[in-house]
């Protein structure tokens, strides 16, 4: 057999992975996008493997590219293969947040949860002059106009649901909502 064969494509993929993160240490983003396309994926599936959650796990591999950039001068190709680095610290960052979530047990130390009995923001609102002047100016309002403004602004929904809910074109919440608004504005003003 020559010698002159080229390595297998797993060494060639090694080498270049280790001289990503030598790169890295020397502050090449480029690099490090590059190792985190190459990487990601493959980091949180051993992330996964140990926390059992897909939240979990994104958090543990955030945290180990986080300090491969930081302390990617720490590695060091004689000592270990690229891989093994980039999953020691992964798995590291797995276990401490599993660690961390056993230690966490309900109800020790927790506050109890009970309703707070402060009255809320609208109920503050409506309590002050400013408020007393709006519920006028509400009132004032045709019944569907208003239930529309409460739903949006009260309610918190978007003009796309305001629109699927009420089976209108969205265009025309829009309008009905910019109106309602004016109309609001004048009262308020006068």
Known sequence: ????????????????????LLRCAAGDRVAFRTLYDRWGA???????????QSALAADATHDA????????????PARGSAEAFLIS??????????????????????AEDRPDEAPDALTQLVGSAEGAALHRCL???????RRLVLMAF????????????????????KSWIRR???????????
Not at 3 to 9: A, K, L
Not at 139 to 145: D, H, P, S, T, V
């Open 139 to 145: 009132a004032l309002l045709g019944a569907e106009r």
């Open 1 to 20: 057999m020559p010698e002159d064969n080229p390595p297998p494509v797993a060494a060639s993929a090694a080498d270049e992975s280790a001289r990503l």
């Open 154 to 173: 009260v309610d918190g929904l978007s003009h796309s649901e305001l629109a699927e809910k009420l089976s209108v074109p969205l265009g025309t919440v």
């Open 65 to 76: 590219f986080v300090q491969v950039w930081q302390q990617a001068g720490r590695f060091d």
């Open 180 to 190: 309602s608004l004016a109309s609001l504005r004048d009262c308020l003003a006068a």
């Open 42 to 52: 493959r980091l949180h599936g051993v992330a996964l493997r140990i926390t059992r």
């Open 89 to 110: 610290l992964v798995r590291y960052r797995a276990l401490d947040i599993v660690r961390r979530r056993a230690r966490e047990t309900p109800g020790y130390d927790a």
